[in-house]
């Protein structure tokens, strides 16, 4: 099948995945918002997609989740879109041009790309609640970016990379590229 319509398929498949898997949650913003269960999805698809569908997929979720459901509400799902955008786009092109494709390099990219798009969120908050009355202070940016994130932080740091090895084992994605063997030539 040709790579691109695969692409396809799976990032519309993780899209599903992700408009349902936050009724998980019960619909209770307070559990969603610890669990951040749109995010899953959302580094997988950057992961085994790449980066370009990572982004579309990570940019069009909240706003359609938000259109079907009403949540997240808005202007939180303008800004969860611009983060979990940043979330595809940054751990698909980090993952995608390492070297080695192990678990070293998947956790480099999915930090990297958990705070870039936290830093994105923040950004985004911050010029919507500008344009209000409310301020969004850094007191509000470490809570909704940190603190309230931990269970969803651990969450997405233990089932991505297992998903993700599940995966390589079923010789679905390849992950487990290892360096050639150190070994001198004769």
């Known amino acids: 099948m040709n790579k691109h319509i695969k692409n396809l398929i799976l ?4 899209l599903a995945i992700g408009i349902v898997l936050p009724f998980l949650t019960g619909q209770i913003q307070q559990i969603g918002n610890m669990l951040l269960p749109m995010h899953i999805p959302v580094l997988l698809c950057g992961l085994i997609c790449g980066w370009r569908y990572g982004g579309a997929v990570g940019l069009v979720m909240p706003l359609l989740r938000n259109l079907l459901f009403r949540m997240p509400p808005m ?6 879109a611009f983060e979990l955008a940043a979330y ?6 980090l993952y995608g041009r390492s070297k080695w494709k192990c678990i070293f390099s998947l956790y480099r990219s999915m930090l990297i790309a958990m705070v870039s798009g936290r830093v ?3 950004v985004v908050q911050a010029a919507i609640l500008g344009i209000g009355e409310t301020a969004f202070t850094f007191k509000m940016f470490m809570a909704g970016a940190l603190f309230n994130a931990v269970p969803g932080i651990i969450l997405q740091l233990i089932l991505v990379p297992a ?4 995966l390589d084992k079923a010789k679905l994605v390849p992950f487990s590229k290892k360096k050639p063997s150190q070994t ?3």
Not at 75 to 80: D, E, F, I, K, T
Not at 88 to 93: A, F, K, M, R, S
């Open 163 to 166: 998903i993700m090895i599940a």
């Open 88 to 93: 595809g786009l940054i751990v698909g092109l």
């Open 120 to 122: 994105v969120w923040g």
């Open 75 to 80: 202007p939180n799902a303008v800004s969860m």
């Open 11 to 14: 990032s519309g498949m993780l």
């Open 184 to 186: 001198p030539q004769s």
